[in-house]
């Protein structure tokens, strides 16, 4: 199983978490919002670390702040003239704006299949 290595003092701390089972990732200041289907998990690095380590082709960066996985999404909402994803968790992810066309398109062409 691949994991997350977290730097702690002189040592470092091996977090066992699976990679290819993160399904949001969420940018918090100096952490990470690291989240899977059975827990979610406080990390101090960077986002673009984190999501570095991710699998390619698995998700999207789709704010500058989140990155989710490709698996939940369920489609998109607006509100207030605000794109937002649908997971199937129910939860509310904001897409930036620069990006809302790709990210259309990008969710139309994973809810079609």
Do not use: D
């Not at 998990?41 to 989140?66: D, V």
């Not at 509100?79 to 259309?104: D, E, S, Y």
């Amino acid at each position: 199983m691949q994991h997350f290595t977290i730097p702690h003092s002189a040592s470092a701390i091996q977090i066992p978490v699976a990679l290819h089972e993160v399904v949001h990732v969420e940018a918090q200041g100096n952490y990470v919002l690291l989240t899977t289907p059975g827990r979610s998990l406080m990390l101090r690095m960077s986002f673009a670390t984190c999501i570095g380590m991710l699998p390619s082709g698995t998700g999207r960066q789709i704010h500058r702040s989140h990155w989710v996985a490709s698996r939940i999404i369920t489609g998109t909402s607006a509100r207030n003239r605000r794109l937002f994803l649908t997971t199937t968790t129910g939860k509310q992810i904001p897409v930036a704006r620069n990006r809302k066309h790709t990210i259309t398109e990008w969710v139309r062409q994973l809810t079609a299949s």
